[in-house]
């Protein structure tokens, strides 16, 4: 019994070392930023020194969600008080000027890569949204129960795929106008804590294993496994962006204090080159979308 004692303190001593001895080497510098949420504030997050600062203050506005237009612009979903009516709103955000701008009253709005195509929810239905002579053209992709949960994500300048909570991932493509069920890819993955990695065409997804383990494999839309990232499975991580310039992922983890059962974060970087990870920051929260730029 005591031998026992013993050798589980010793195997806890060796994980803790060999944790800090993982996040003590000296890395390479990283480069660019992340944009991120905070309630009514849009933030940044320089990766370079690991310091934050204020973008700007939306007011009354709660900013749920952001995601890339183009490198000038952001697309903002925002959650707030419109004629006496809770709203959600598409907001661009112009980097340079500072200045919004207003699109639609919707959520989950995403651009599709390198185009004016705008894929959003009004509610009840997805729809693909293009402005052409100053009017919005609009073309239905699915209707739903109101207000459901749902995922969105964009994976070419024609294609995105999406999810209804609890239902199978479905690929639209805007030329055809039609969506395609995706039943393997759906078995391995969960667009909840998904990327689209473009220089791979594949889907980095956290898959549920057995003992509430989790992989990370990344997936091609038919269902076929690529590769499986060495992560480790008793971690809670969950992928934020990818930094293709840089060949690294970021990471997010979240848990509860021992002592003080306080929620805790930290951001954690993963280089493809070596398959290394390390800690990059502690008690540093970025919510769940983040936007990647390489110049911050």
């Known amino acids: ?44 997050l ?3 020194d690991g310091s934050t600062s204020v973008v700007t203050n939306l007011g009354d ?18 959650f707030g008080n419109v004629d006496q009516q809770d709203t959600h709103r598409l907001v661009l955000y112009d980097i340079e000027t500072r ?38 053209e609009k073309t239905e992709v699915a209707t739903h129960r109101f207000n459901a949960p749902l995922r969105i994500l964009p ?35 969960d667009l909840d804590h998904a990327l689209w990695m473009p220089e791979r065409d594949a889907l980095l997804c956290r898959s549920a294993g057995a003992d509430d383990q989790y992989t990370y494999p990344m997936v091609d ?24 310039d840089q060949g690294v992922l970021v990471l997010a983890e979240q848990w509860r204090g021992r002592m003080s ?3 805790r974060s930290a951001v954690w970087i993963y280089r493809f080159a070596d398959e290394h990870l390390y800690r990059l920051l502690d008690d540093q929260h970025l919510g769940r979308w983040v936007v990647y730029t390489s110049a911050p």
């Open 99 to 136: 200045q919004t701008l207003t699109l639609l009253n919707g959520r989950y709005g995403r651009y599709l890569p390198d185009s004016q195509v705008l894929v959003y929810d009004d509610g009840t239905r997805i729809l693909v949204a293009e402005k052409i002579l100053g009017t919005w």
């Open 155 to 189: 994976i070419s300048a024609t294609r995105f795929l999406y999810a209804l909570a609890g239902e199978p991932i479905h690929a639209y493509d805007n030329v055809s106008k039609r969506s395609i069920r995706l039943d393997r890819l759906t078995a391995l993955c």
């Open 61 to 78: 506005a709660e900013i749920r969600e952001i995601s890339p237009q183009s490198a000038e612009r952001l697309l903002l979903t925002v």
């Open 46 to 48: 320089d990766l370079r």
């Open 221 to 244: 839309l038919d269902g076929t496994v690529q590769a499986t990232l060495p992560l480790p499975a008793s971690r809670s991580l969950q992928p934020l962006a990818a930094l293709p």
């Open 1 to 44: 019994m005591v031998d026992s004692r013993h050798k589980r303190r010793a195997a806890g001593l060796i994980a803790l070392l060999l944790l800090a001895a993982c996040g003590g080497q000296d890395e390479p510098e990283l480069r660019g930023g992340l944009y991120f949420a905070s309630g009514n504030y849009l933030a940044q």
């Open 261 to 263: 059962g306080r929620r």
